[in-house]
Nanobody
Framework: QVQLVESGGGLVQAGGSLRLSCVASGRTFNQYIMAWFRQAPGKEREFVAVIGDITYITYYTDSVKGRFTISRDNAKNTLYLQMNSLRPEDTAIYYC?????????????????????WGQGIQITVSS
């Protein structure tokens, strides 16, 4: 089991930047594939980015490529999402999620049902 706690959310103007953090409990953080999802008002939760456990390979949804960067610090049990050039359409609740490779049906591992562990979510609001 792992518990995930996000931080770093808030209100930012369009074009601005924010960095989200997700701290994981437990001593096996480096064994988890970690991802960020988001859910905008009235929409379904969607995949944003993922980073591998050993290879650190990353995948991004097309709408954030070149603007967002996912990274991890295994020594600190922490996942990050650096968000630059933010747009109003990035407004959403952002969720940190963790899984083991056994749950992933593809290398991208971008489906909600592939992740058994979730944070509580954190609000990001981008004003125009």
């Amino acid at each position: 089991q792992v518990q995930l706690v996000e931080s770093g959310g808030g209100l930012v103007q369009a074009g601005g930047s924010l960095r989200l953090s997700c701290v994981a409990s437990g001593r096996t953080f480096n064994q988890y594939i970690m991802a960020w999802f988001r859910q905008a008002p009235g929409k379904e939760r969607e995949f944003v980015a993922v980073i591998g456990d050993i290879t650190y390979i990353t995948y991004y949804t097309d709408s954030v490529k070149g603007r967002f960067t996912i990274s991890r610090d295994n020594a600190k049990n922490t996942l990050y999402l650096q968000m630059n050039s933010l747009r109003p359409e990035d407004t959403a609740i952002y969720y940190c999620a963790a899984t083991g490779a056994i749950y992933c049906r593809t290398n991208r591992c971008g489906q909600m049902d592939e992740y058994p562990y979730w944070g509580q979510g954190i609000q990001i609001t981008v004003s125009s």
